[in-house]
């Protein structure tokens, strides 16, 4: 069962994820982590599954609300799926922080930045229903910000994040290293 959006703690699923993501980047540098064959595959796919082609660097504030979400709402199932096909099993709505001896992989990379995606997927939900100028929706962009924001306190202010995260280049750089072995690009 997913959490209520005003339950989602944010900034501790954004704080893990990041930490979870320093760490494979750290290991994928020093060589701790050398990813198998099937996870260099899956994290080919997720690289090409959660890029934004032809877009400048995120964040893209002057989008609307229902575009920016639905573009980042797909990460959470990619995730899932990359998972099923890997065979690790689906990813829990939040993650623990690494221990000092965590060795990273890419089921743990994933279920740990799956949280955001799943954020993502749960304040998309919430826009279905209050898109401009559609029977039953918000009048125009600057109520859609107010109703989301009332459902999910904090909304503006993530998802700028959000966009950078998986739209930006640490996740998707990261992915590409587990994919092709070139760590000289891992932030």
Same mark, same amino acid.
């Given at each position: ?103 990273? #992989? ?33 009048? #125009? ?47």
């Amino acid at each position: 069962m997913r959490d209520e959006p005003a339950a989602i703690d944010y900034n501790a699923r954004r704080e893990i994820a990041g930490q979870w993501l320093t760490t494979a980047g750290r290991q994928l540098r020093a060589r701790i982590w050398r990813p198998a064959p099937l996870e260099a595959r899956i994290a080919w796919d997720l690289s090409t599954a959660v890029a934004v082609a032809h877009m400048p660097p995120p964040p893209w504030p002057h989008e609307p609300l229902d575009l920016r979400l639905a573009r980042l709402a797909h990460c959470a199932p990619t995730i899932r799926l990359g998972m099923q096909a890997g065979g690790w099993g689906p990813p829990a709505d939040e993650a623990a922080p690494p221990g000092p001896d965590a060795l990273v #992989d890419l089921p743990a990379l994933l279920a740990a930045v799956y949280p955001l995606a799943a954020a993502a997927e749960q304040w998309s939900d919430l826009s279905g229903s209050i898109r401009p100028g559609r029977a039953g929706g918000v009048p #125009d962009e600057t109520d859609a910000y107010a109703a989301v924001s009332s459902d999910a306190p904090g909304i503006l202010n993530h998802l700028a994040h959000l966009e950078t995260f998986f739209g930006g280049a640490s996740f998707a750089m990261t992915l590409d290293a587990v994919a092709t072995g070139d760590v000289d690009t891992v932030p």
